[in-house]
């Protein structure tokens, strides 16, 4: 019932290896040629549906970094130490290494901007919209440390993200400048060949691109590109204008993994109720101790 | 017939409370005047032709809406079939209120009331139109009656014949009574916890995101579907919930797991898609609003039905199963329209002012000595 389980890898037997083997050996040459290929829609458009998600550590910060003890530190009497509201975390609470998805690695701030964006660093526990539950914007999105679903027919494709449950509809009609301006924008999707290219704006400027306070405002643009290199993996490419912030348009690229599993399947993320404690508590009529 | 059948008209506010109140508003129907009928059977275009996928399949997708004014539960003392002269009095006084909230301020108007000025329409008043909150350039509750295979229908539920929810079994009875002595322990203020899940942007009100997926008689009653070959996606707008059904042989989850909307598996009965799902969340708020809301239990379970009728209808029918809370289940039916429109961000969370100065007030009025829990009267 689930093509997309269809194509998942199992582990192969023996017996079983021999008998792909054999079949295959008797396979015309062009689907052999195939084999591999992308997975299609009837309408002929590379076939996107599934669950996908980012491997590494873009999400903790997207040019590339070195490993750091905390995001949120403090000056210590030798070097600075993790600001004592996630001291109790150790390493859980440390960031990995990341070799960056930025293309060329830096991002082109504008000085003010790069000022801003050393100051959200600064200010991380105050700052960073996904403490709060937020809607993480585009294309933050597409790298967190959660799974998207893909839904595509031929006349609808529609994005669903376990984080926050946040959702894209990608229009494939463009209905026009965004009306009003959102944390997951308004986003416009078409063909180029094989690669489907949406065009994201009408942003609110509120979202961040990762933990690391890297910004944008609202008159940001992004276009994205979705190219599939094989039935399991794509390549995600957005580019990114924003006069406002940016001194050129710049890039960034990074694979997405089909997740295979044969019960795979998003999970539910509504992390609204989860911060009431951090975004509430102070109001309760007995605050809870801390 | 009814309890209004002696008040008399001249007074408006009494008045206006019967004629819309949107969870009473067929109270009045009868009594309010003779009109010429507005309302025709709903007229299928002939040339329509049942759009399909690329596999078949009835194509559900699109944006729809089920904002209607028909409740969920049926008045006492009306016909399950409202006649065309009720359904145009009924469509017509909530139209004229509408006309009437659209228009222009008038400068020159004095102060109001102290408390507000309350037209008796409860969710209008409820959500501070009484005291200009929330106006109608806001609220699309639905202004006029669902029509079911022709029927103007005066109850969402069908079945019991009565259109109204079955009692609490004694179970239910049971489970619901440690509930409210589990919340009485509490201020309505206490804490973020002890409001309703609304108000924290957990859920939308009125359990829009269902199942079953019911009008919320206030705004927001939109949806989008998506499907493909093996999924059927359907999300809400009110708070972007989002349904993933699955197609095929059900391979449910962990009695354990209960996502807010339950776990959905769906299957192909000839040209109808029919959905069941369990595992709803024990904290989701089954059936809208009282009398027929009620928290589900681990053994729930909703059955829809979804059908193209028309160009511009989806006929949505679904049957509640709760052996553990109800004395029996309970169906309904209603319509989803084709939405002419886009279906905008519904970030409640990120906006949400709300609860915090919720919560803030009733922290200021302790420290003033002033009471702040609900007026029960």
């Known amino acids: 019932m689930n093509s997309r389980v269809s194509r998942s890898p199992r582990p192969l037997l023996g017996s079983a290896v021999i008998c792909a083997l054999a079949?295959?050996?008797?396979?015309?040459?062009?689907?052999?040629?195939?084999?591999?290929?992308?997975p299609r829609l009837a309408d002929g458009h590379p076939d996107i549906n599934g669950i996908w998600q980012a491997l590494g550590n873009a999400h903790w910060d997207i040019e590339p970094h070195t490993a750091r003890a905390a995001l949120a530190m403090q000056p210590g009497p030798v070097v600075p130490v993790p600001r004592h509201e996630i001291v109790a975390f150790g390493a859980v609470g440390?960031?990995?290494?990341?070799?960056?998805?930025?293309?060329?690695?830096?991002?082109?701030?504008?000085?003010?901007?790069?000022?801003?964006?050393?100051?959200?660093?600064?200010?991380?526990?105050?700052?960073?919209?996904?403490?709060?539950?937020?809607?993480?914007?585009?294309?933050?999105?597409?790298?967190?440390?959660?799974?998207?679903?893909?839904?595509?027919?031929?006349?609808?494709?529609?994005?669903?993200?376990?984080?926050?449950?946040?959702?894209?509809?990608i229009y494939l009609v463009d209905p026009g400048p965004a009306q009003v301006d959102t944390w997951m924008g308004q986003s416009v999707g078409r063909w180029d060949g094989d690669v489907f290219v949406v065009e994201a704006a009408?942003?609110?400027?509120?979202?961040?691109?990762?933990?690391?306070?890297?910004?944008?405002s609202a008159s940001l643009k992004v276009t994205e590109r979705y190219t599939m290199t094989g039935p399991d993996h794509m390549l995600y490419e957005a580019t990114l204008e924003d006069p406002n912030t940016f001194s050129r348009p710049w890039t960034i690229s990074l694979p997405l993994y089909r997740h295979v599993a044969e019960n795979a399947r998003l999970g539910q993320f509504k992390c609204v109720e989860f911060v009431e404690e951090l975004m509430y508590g102070h109001l309760r009529k007995n605050p809870v101790g801390r | 017939m009814v309890t209004c059948a002696r008040t008399p008209l001249a007074d408006?506010?009494?008045?206006?409370?019967?004629?819309?109140?949107?969870?009473?508003l067929f109270a009045a129907a009868s009594m309010l005047a003779v009109t010429?009928?507005?309302?025709?059977?709903?007229?299928?275009?002939?040339?329509?032709?049942?759009?399909?996928?690329?596999?078949?399949?009835?194509?559900?997708?699109?944006?729809?809406?089920n904002a209607t004014m028909t409740p969920l539960v049926r008045p006492p003392g009306v016909g399950a079939v409202l006649t065309p002269d009720q359904v145009a009095a009924l469509e017509g006084g909530q139209q004229d209120f509408i006309r009437e909230q659209l228009a222009d301020s008038d400068p020159d108007r004095g102060l109001p009331p102290v408390g507000g000025e309350f037209t008796?329409?409860?969710?209008f008043d409820a959500g501070g139109g009484a005291v200009g909150g929330y106006n109608f350039f806001y609220i699309d509750g639905g202004d006029d009656i669902a029509v079911f295979n022709g029927e103007a229908r005066s109850s969402l539920i069908v079945d019991p014949p009565d259109g109204r929810r079955p009692p609490l079994s004694e179970e239910g009875r049971r489970r619901t009574g440690e509930r409210f002595a589990s919340q009485r322990q509490f201020g309505a203020y206490d804490n973020p916890e002890n409001r309703p899940l609304e108000e924290r942007c957990i859920m939308s009100f009125g359990s829009n995101g269902g199942p079953p997926m019911l009008p919320n008689y206030f705004y927001n009653n939109n949806?989008?579907?998506?499907?493909t070959a093996d999924y059927v996606m359907i999300m809400t707008e009110m708070v972007h919930d989002t349904r993933i059904i699955r197609l095929g042989t059900p391979d449910p989850l962990p009695a354990h797991i209960r996502p807010w909307l339950g776990d959905s598996w769906g299957r192909w009965q000839g040209d109808t898609l029919v959905v069941e799902t369990t595992n709803i969340h024990p904290e989701q708020n089954l059936a809208g609003y009282p009398p027929a809301a009620f928290k589900p239990s681990e053994n729930i379970k909703v059955t829809e039905r979804f059908t193209r009728a028309d160009e511009h209808t989806i006929n949505y029918e679904f049957t509640v199963d709760d052996p553990s809370m109800l004395s029996g289940p309970f169906s309904g039916e209603l319509p989803f329209k084709a939405l002419d429109g886009l279906v905008y961000e519904y970030a409640c969370h990120e906006g949400n002012y709300a609860l915090t100065n919720v919560l803030m007030g009733a922290r200021a009025q302790e420290r003033e000595g002033v009471s702040n829990q609900p007026d029960t009267r």
């Not at chain 1, 009408?202 to 944008?216: E, I, M």
């Not at chain 2, 040339?47 to 078949?56: E, L, Q």
């Not at chain 2, 949806?223 to 499907?227: E, L």
């Open chain 1, 202 to 216: 009408g942003f609110n400027g509120s979202a961040w691109l990762d933990r690391s306070g890297n910004h944008f």
């Open chain 2, 12 to 24: 408006r506010r009494v008045f206006e409370v019967q004629r819309f109140g949107p969870l009473m």
């Open chain 2, 223 to 227: 949806y989008t579907i998506v499907q």
């Open chain 2, 36 to 65: 010429p009928s507005a309302m025709e059977a709903q007229q299928t275009n002939e040339r329509w032709v049942m759009p399909r996928t690329a596999d078949g399949h009835p194509d559900l997708q699109g944006s729809w809406s």
């Open chain 1, 23 to 38: 079949a295959a050996a008797f396979l015309p040459a062009t689907v052999q040629a195939q084999s591999g290929s992308i």
């Open chain 1, 94 to 169: 440390s960031v990995p290494s990341g070799n960056g998805i930025v293309v060329g690695g830096e991002i082109p701030y504008l000085p003010a901007a790069l000022t801003m964006r050393n100051e959200n660093r600064e200010n991380w526990l105050d700052r960073d919209p996904e403490i709060k539950c937020y809607l993480p914007g585009v294309p933050r999105a597409n790298y967190m440390p959660y799974p998207f679903q893909v839904f595509q027919s031929e006349s609808k494709v529609f994005f669903v993200y376990e984080y926050a449950g946040a959702v894209r509809d």
């Open chain 2, 120 to 123: 008796g329409n409860f969710l």
